[in-house]
C-alpha cells in the first residue's frame, strides 16, 4: 500500500538552481527515507530522518520533517545535471517494509 | 564497496512460461525484498524474507512465489508469467532493522508477450 505522497510528480529547473521536493504520509513513522532512482535503474538510498529530528543535512542535500503536518521535503541546492533523477520518500511501516511514494521526476536543464 | 546483483536486465518471456529471477547480494544481510515497479505507481512490494527460509507476502503476492534457501540469494519466480506482469522488478537487502537503508540491484526490466 503506497502511504507516502511526492508532490510535484515532475519538476524541470535549470542547472545551479535549487530544488525543492514534498512528502506526505498518512500514519506516524519512526523515520522517513528519500531515495534516488536514476532512468531505469535501481535505487540509492540518499537520507534517513528520524522522527524526533527536524532536520538533517548531507553535502547539497537537506531534508525536513514536521510529523504534525505529516510531511516532508527534500531540498538540493545548487543543482546539476548529475541530478536529474526520480526522487522517491519511503516510510516505515509494520513488518519491517517500507511504504513508498510515487516519485518526484528531476530534471535539471544546462 | 556493496553489491545486489540480479540475473538480467531484460529479459523477454511468452504468456505461461514459468519466469525466474534472480537476485544474490555479498554484505551478508538479513532481510531481502521483492519489489515491481511500474509508471506512476511507486514501489509495490511483491514479497520479502527477513532470513533464510523465512518469507512474507507484500502487497501484491498474486501471481508470484519466492525462495530463499540461502542467506545471499532471494529467487522470485512467477509460475505462469501474464501479460500484467509486465514490469521492473527490484530486488533491495538490508541489515535487519527497519532504521536500515536498503540496497537495491540495478533491476529487471521484464516483458510478457
Known amino acids: 500500500s503506497q502511504q507516502g505522497e511526492e508532490d510535484p510528480q515532475a519538476l524541470s529547473i535549470q542547472e545551479g538552481e535549487n530544488a525543492t521536493m514534498n512528502c506526505s504520509y498518512k500514519?506516524?513513522?519512526?523515520?522517513l527515507q528519500w531515495y534516488r532512482q536514476n532512468s531505469g535503474r535501481g535505487l540509492v538510498h540518499l537520507i534517513l530522518i528520524r522522527s524526533n529530528e527536524r532536520e538533517k543535512h548531507s553535502g547539497r542535500l537537506r531534508v525536513t520533517l514536521d510529523t504534525s503536518k505529516k510531511s516532508s521535503s527534500l531540498l538540493i541546492t545548487a543543482s546539476r545535471a548529475a541530478d536529474t533523477a526520480s526522487y522517491f520518500c519511503?516510510?516505515?511501516?509494520?513488518?519491517?517494509?517500507?511504504?513508498w511514494g510515487a516519485g518526484t521526476k528531476l530534471i535539471i536543464k544546462p | 564497496d556493496v553489491k545486489v546483483t540480479q540475473s538480467s536486465r531484460y529479459l523477454v518471456k511468452r504468456t505461461g512460461e514459468k519466469v525466474f529471477l534472480e537476485c544474490v547480494q555479498d554484505m551478508d544481510h538479513e532481510n531481502m525484498f521483492w519489489y515491481r515497479q511500474d509508471p506512476g505507481l511507486g514501489l509495490r512490494l511483491i514479497y520479502f524474507s527477513y532470513d533464510v527460509k523465512m518469507k512474507e507476502k507484500g502487497d501484491i503476492p498474486e501471481g508470484y512465489s519466492v525462495s530463499r534457501e540461502k542467506k545471499e540469494r532471494f529467487s522470485l519466480i512467477l509460475e505462469s508469467a501474464s501479460t500484467n506482469q509486465t514490469s521492473m522488478y527490484l530486488c533491495?537487502?538490508?541489515?535487519?532493522?527497519?532504521?536500515?537503508?536498503?540496497?537495491f540491484g540495478p533491476g529487471t526490466r521484464l516483458t510478457v508477450l
Open positions: 519511503a516510510t516505515d511501516g509494520s513488518n519491517y517494509q517500507l511504504i
Open positions: 500514519t506516524s513513522i519512526n523515520n
Open positions: 533491495a537487502s538490508r541489515l535487519a532493522g527497519a532504521d536500515n537503508e536498503q540496497f
